[in-house]
C-alpha cells in the first residue's frame, strides 16, 4: 500500500473493490451502485432490491441533470465503479460516448461486460487521464475520498484537490458542468483520529475524507459552485438498506468471501451508519460550472 500521502493507488484500491464482483453483487442494487442513493420522493422498504435501484437511479439522473449531459454528448465519469452511470448515461440519456475511469481490475472487467454501446471504461488514474476530445460533462462520485491520502496536511490536500479540478476545467468544454458526491467530515473526527486510521487502514487504504471549505477552496479558480447539498439522511437510509441485504444474504457472502471479510464489512458499514447519525460525516451532492477562465487566486 501506498503510506498515506498522495491518495489510494490501483493496490489501495483494489484491497477495498477486488473481493469479487460476486459479493457485491449480493447486496448491491441491480446497477450496483457504491454510493448513497437519492430517496427523495421514494416510498417502502429501502432494502428491497427494486426501491434500492429506483433510488439509486434518482441519484443518477440527479447527477446527469446537474452536470447538464446534452443528448449525443459526451460524459467523463472520474471513479466509474460498476459502470452504472455510464450505461445509465448511454442508454436513457442518449449519450454518445460515456468514459468511465476506475482503479479496479473487477471493475473494468465487469464494466466491459456489459457491451453497451458508447460505454467506455479505462483503468487510469484521473491524474494520467489524456481525453481524446473535450467532454460536454464530468460526474465524480464518491471517489474524491480517495484522492488525497490521511498523511497530508490540510493545505497540501486542498493542492491535490485543486489538480483535480484543474484537470476537470481543462478537458470541459467551455460552459461546461461538473456533478461531485463526496463524504466529508463535519465535526471534530478527522483522518488523524482514531476512526479515521480505521477506515483507512481497515477499510479504504491510504483514503481520508476532506471538509467542505476544502473542496471549496480547492475548485473556487476553476469551478463556480451552483448547488451544495448536505444529505446524511440519504447515506443512513442507503448504509440501512446495504447491511439489511448484506445480512440476508449471509450464507452465500461468507461462502464467496469467508466469514472473516463478511464480519468486516458488516461492521464497517455499521460503524459508516453511526457516523453519519451523530453528524461526524455528512453526504455532499455539489454543482460546479466551469469558469470561462481560471482565477488568478491567492494562495
Ligand atoms: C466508492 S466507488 C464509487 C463508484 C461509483 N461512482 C458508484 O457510485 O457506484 C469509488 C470509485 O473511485 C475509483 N477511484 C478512486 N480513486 C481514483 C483515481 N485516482 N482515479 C480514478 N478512479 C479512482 C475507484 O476505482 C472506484 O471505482
Excluded at 463526496?182 to 473526527?189: E, K, Q
Aim: charged letters at 20%; aromatic letters at 10%; glycine letters at 8%.
Amino acid at each position: 500500500m501506498n503510506g498515506t500521502t498522495t491518495g489510494a493507488t490501483a493496490t489501495d484500491i483494489e484491497f477495498h473493490y477486488d473481493v469479487g464482483n460476486d459479493f457485491y453483487a449480493l447486496w448491491l442494487d441491480d446497477t450496483l451502485s457504491y454510493s448513497a442513493a437519492l430517496w427523495e420522493g421514494i416510498e417502502g422498504d429501502g432494502s428491497h432490491p427494486d426501491v434500492l435501484a429506483q433510488a439509486q437511479r434518482a441519484k443518477l439522473r440527479h447527477h446527469l441533470d446537474q452536470a447538464a449531459l446534452p443528448p449525443g454528448g459526451r460524459l467523463l465519469d472520474v471513479g466509474c465503479g460498476w459502470g452504472a452511470l455510464v450505461s445509465l448515461a448511454c442508454e436513457e440519456r442518449r449519450a454518445v460516448e460515456a468514459t468511465g475511469l476506475t482503479l479496479s481490475r473487477a471493475q473494468l472487467a465487469h464494466v466491459h461486460s456489459l457491451r453497451l454501446p458508447g460505454v467506455r471504461a479505462r483503468l487510469e488514474d484521473w491524474r494520467s487521464h489524456v481525453p481524446e476530445s473535450p467532454y460536454d460533462a464530468i460526474v465524480s462520485i464518491e471517489a474524491f475520498e480517495a484522492f488525497a491520502g490521511p498523511g497530508l496536511a490540510p493545505a497540501e490536500r486542498v493542492r491535490t484537490y485543486a489538480e483535480f479540478f484543474a484537470a476537470c476545467h481543462s478537458w470541459l468544454v467551455p460552459g461546461g458542468s461538473l456533478s461531485l458526491q463526496t463524504i466529508a467530515f463535519d465535526a471534530g473526527v478527522d483522518a488523524s483520529g482514531p476512526v479515521g486510521s480505521y477506515f483507512a487502514t481497515d477499510v479504504f487504504p491510504a483514503s481520508a475524507l476532506p471538509r467542505l471549505t476544502e473542496i471549496t477552496t480547492a475548485c473556487d479558480a476553476h469551478f463556480s459552485v451552483t448547488a451544495v447539498r448536505s444529505e446524511p439522511r440519504d447515506y443512513i437510509r442507503t448504509l440501512r438498506a446495504w447491511s439489511a441485504r448484506l445480512r440476508a444474504q449471509r450464507d452465500q457472502a461468507q461462502q464467496a468471501v469467508g466469514a472473516d471479510t463478511y464480519q468486516r464489512y458488516r461492521l464497517y458499514l455499521k460503524t459508516c451508519e453511526v457516523l453519519f447519525l451523530r453528524g461526524e460525516v455528512t453526504l455532499y451532492r455539489m454543482s460546479m460550472r466551469r469558469r470561462s477562465r481560471p482565477l488568478d487566486l491567492p494562495c
